[in-house]
């Protein structure tokens, strides 16, 4: 099993232009999770998908959109990139949405900067 | 908002001595989960212990969990400098009906020296 695969590793995009981080997992995991890492402030949840077909809102989810169409991706997309988004993204997963006591699994991240 | 808050930020130590970290939280939780993140690697779990838990060991790795405290630590014993990383914790906690939402401090930086 690969696990959690982010694309790509690393990024480099103009303010205005737009993009889909990838993010695939081969766990058949029912709960994905899109992190920012900043320095200094830890990870923040973006957005969060409890199944295909349903998506929710984190902590910091202005500026960006996911869609989940299918167990295995959950694509997660820059409409219109800013430098406040410069970052880098993990892309996480566990086993069962609406259960506790579950490790998650994370990728290794896109790093992203806004110029 | 940051829920699990560690201490210290940094830390240096020599291969062989005892690292140990701590995290407070600051609302009920499920459970509390240790994670560590290589340079330019993603987070890698590490231990979790349930909030009716008191310890939990794991090879070098021992965490206690204290709730009337809100507080955490993580002691790895005889260091390598293979342990160089940051250190992550992060409370699970219930979130709007029945979904868990897991959130992170913002990390110990461990350096263990040769």
């Known amino acids: 099993n690969a696990g959690v695969t982010q694309t790509p590793k690393f990024q480099v995009l103009k303010t205005g232009q737009s993009m889909t981080l990838q993010c695939a997992q081969d766990?058949?995991?029912?709960?994905m999770s899109w992190y920012r890492q900043d320095p200094g402030m830890g990870l923040r949840l973006i957005h969060y998908s409890v199944g295909a077909g349903i998506t929710d809102q984190g902590e910091v989810p202005n500026g960006y959109n996911v869609s989940r169409s299918t167990t295995e991706d959950f694509p997660l997309r820059l409409l219109s990139a800013a430098p406040s988004q410069t970052s880098v993204y993990f892309c996480?997963?566990?086993?069962?949405?609406?259960?506790?006591?579950?490790?998650?699994?994370f990728g290794d991240g896109t790093r992203l900067s806004i110029l | 908002s940051q829920q699990g808050e560690e201490d210290p930020q940094a830390l240096s130590i020599q291969e062989g001595e005892n690292a140990t970290m701590n995290c407070s939280y600051k609302t009920s939780i499920n459970n509390l989960q240790w994670y560590r993140q290589n340079s330019g690697r993603g987070l890698v779990h590490l231990i979790l212990i349930r909030s009716n838990e008191r310890e939990k060991h794991s090879g070098r790795l021992r965490v206690t969990l204290d709730t009337s405290k809100k507080s955490s630590s993580l002691l790895i014993t005889a260091s390598r400098a293979a342990d160089t990383a940051s250190y992550f914790c992060a409370t699970d906690e219930r979130s709007g009906g029945s979904n868990y939402k897991l959130t992170f401090g913002k990390g110990t930086l461990l350096t263990v020296n040769p």
């Open positions: 766990m058949n995991h029912e709960y």
């Open positions: 996480a997963s566990k086993p069962v949405a609406f259960r506790s006591n579950q490790p998650q699994h």
